[in-house]
């Protein structure tokens, strides 16, 4: 029970400073995040900002990144291999993420980041097991900026310890995302 008080306060904490946004012009977006994989379920929300550089132009196109920062929430149903029986795991984590993008940055993009995500517990699901609570967390996508500025994004991520420690199973996620740009 305090956990989960906790990871709400902390949930609102975070979505308070974003919304806050406006009187700190650093951050360029915010992203809500939903996911499955591995009978475990993920909700995210993140904040992003922009790098000011832009690599490999050529014919309208450009290489750019940014920094996601996010906050997630892992609901899982096979902890410890017994059907039903739940875990819940907070996380957090930063990601450079490198994008593929029309230089008006609308339309499709492709993207790709590696980052670093802490867990608050380990994850025991559905006989798939992560031995620490570091994990890097890679993803690769695609997705289509419309010109409102809303971003709507697929990938999937895979998290990790790298063999760290074993065991390391690994977890997949197949992700929808949706962005908004300021």
Not at 30 to 35: I, L, M
Not at 96 to 115: A, C, H, M, S
């Amino acid at each position: 029970m305090i956990k989960k008080t906790r990871t709400r306060k902390t949930l609102a904490a975070l979505c308070a400073l974003m919304s806050m946004q406006s009187m700190s012009h650093a951050v360029d977006s915010t992203s809500f995040e939903y996911g499955e994989g591995n009978k475990t379920k993920i909700t995210r929300i993140g904040a992003q900002w922009k790098w000011d550089r832009q690599w490999w132009k050529s014919n309208g196109t450009h290489i750019g990144a940014y920094w996601d920062l996010t906050l997630a929430q892992w609901h899982s149903n096979h902890f410890q291999g017994i059907p039903g029986n739940k875990q819940n795991i907070t996380t957090i984590g930063l990601t450079p993420v490198f994008r593929l993008q029309n230089d008006n940055l609308k339309g499709l993009y492709l993207e790709g980041g590696i980052g670093a995500h802490l867990l608050s517990e380990l994850y025991n699901n559905n006989n798939r097991k992560l031995s620490t609570s570091f994990q890097f967390g890679d993803h690769l996508g695609f997705g289509y900026v419309f010109p409102n500025n809303l971003d709507l994004g697929v990938k999937v991520q895979h998290f990790s310890n790298g063999s760290i420690k074993k065991p390391n199973h690994g977890v997949n996620f197949a992700v929808i995302r949706l962005t908004y740009s300021f």
